[in-house]
């Protein structure tokens, strides 16, 4: 018998397990179990990256296949249609969103640190209501912030992380909740802490999930009230 | 910037602001894929336009979870596809028989933690899968491809299930080490 500890010790059974994990060969118990411990365990969650990674090599050799129309119409009146929406089977894999999210964990513990090295909440029950999203940088924009929402006084504060100011442009923030629309909160500085307080519409808005988007947008900010320009960053705002 | 995953990306990034022409637009340019990949993995072409459907529908409530630059954006969606074809495998299997986790297997020097360089996968999974028994190469693949659980691959192979996870089990540790190497 091989010892099966709480906490990942590199050990080839584990690789071997997060393999299976992700070829999908574990059974639905099992699977779950291992979906568990990949959460709690970064270094599992490392190695589900590395061979996932790896295992997406082999993509190429799935053959494209175009479907019937019809999926893309029910499809769209399942979305947007007014037949109930479905959300069932959200979390079925949760594994793989907390992977992938991993990134974002770092940035909120900073997010975190930072907060505590403000003046001290005079009320303490404000920890409970405070969400923090870590924007990160879409591909080829070094862009991120970090956004604390205290739901005490409806005041977001940005951060930015990094990025630059560039000439003709601006930095436009959005919340989307939901599947409505993104909606403006202003154009943002990139270089400087910018605080931002929410019309009341907004903060019935705010609750963890609320996405938070960052547009690069022309001088002024989208002239619509439509985001027009690239996205450079996103992230999802959750308790802490 | 140009690249037809960055492009992709975009698409995403699009699709978490609740664009939904963006949508459309990425649905048009991945749904060929997707449909591939459930369309091998369930073997129904009617059980796999109602997961292609679900499959969307994630897209559409997660794409804000896509974090760029750790996996290219077309894996990412083949990857969401292939895991819910394989949830609703699971779903649809009896509790299968208890796997014996503690199955011995050497147990080499621990490798490094290294993320494979962007664009050479390829090649690495397939160098290291070359490596293995022509068979075993097989398994795995039948495994990722085609989401055949041990019982399908031990009826396949004409070898008993413990067989073949024993089988399959060392194959995956030979090929860890390989990716790592």
Known sequence: ?240 | MNSPGTEISELLARTALRDRAAFRTLYGRTSAKLFGVVLRILRDRSEAEEALQEVYVKIWQRADRYVAGSYSPISWLVAVARNHCLDRLRARKPLADELDAALEVADKAPDPEQSAVAGSERSRIETCLGALDADKADAVRGAYLDGYSYDELAERHSVPLNTMRTWLRRSLLKLRECLSA
Do not use: C
């Not at chain 1, 090295?117 to 920890?127: K, S, Y």
């Not at chain 1, 436009?172 to 519409?201: C, H």
């Open chain 1, 1 to 240: 018998m091989s010892t099966q500890g709480h906490e990942s010790d590199g050990s080839g059974e584990d690789k071997v397990l997060v393999g299976e994990y992700a070829l999908g060969l574990l059974d639905a118990a099992e699977h779950e179990r291992m979906a568990r411990r990949i959460a709690a365990e970064p270094a599992l969650r490392a190695e589900l990256q590395l061979w996932r990674s790896q295992l997406s090599g082999l993509d190429a050799e799935f053959r494209e296949e175009p479907p019937p129309p019809r999926v893309l119409e029910q499809l769209e009146a399942r979305l947007f249609g007014t037949a109930a929406r479905h959300r069932s089977g959200l979390w079925d894999s949760l594994a793989l969103w907390r992977s992938l999210a991993a990134g974002g964990i770092a940035v909120a513990a900073v997010a975190v640190g930072f907060n505590v090295m403000q003046p001290p909440p005079i009320d303490p029950t404000q920890f409970a209501t405070q969400l923090v999203a870590a924007i990160k940088a879409q591909e080829g924009f070094g862009v991120e912030f970090v956004a604390l929402y205290n739901a005490a006084t409806g005041e977001v504060r940005l951060t930015g992380l990094s990025g630059q100011a560039i000439p003709d442009k601006d930095y436009e923030l959005w919340y989307i909740k939901g599947d409505e629309p993104a909606v403006s909160m202003g154009v943002i500085p990139v270089d400087q802490r910018s605080e931002i307080e929410l019309d009341p519409q907004a903060r019935s808005k705010f609750a963890p999930g609320t996405v938070l988007a960052v547009t690069l947008e022309q001088k002024g900010g989208s002239p619509t009230g439509v985001a027009q320009g690239p996205v450079v960053a996103l992230g999802t705002a959750t308790p802490i």
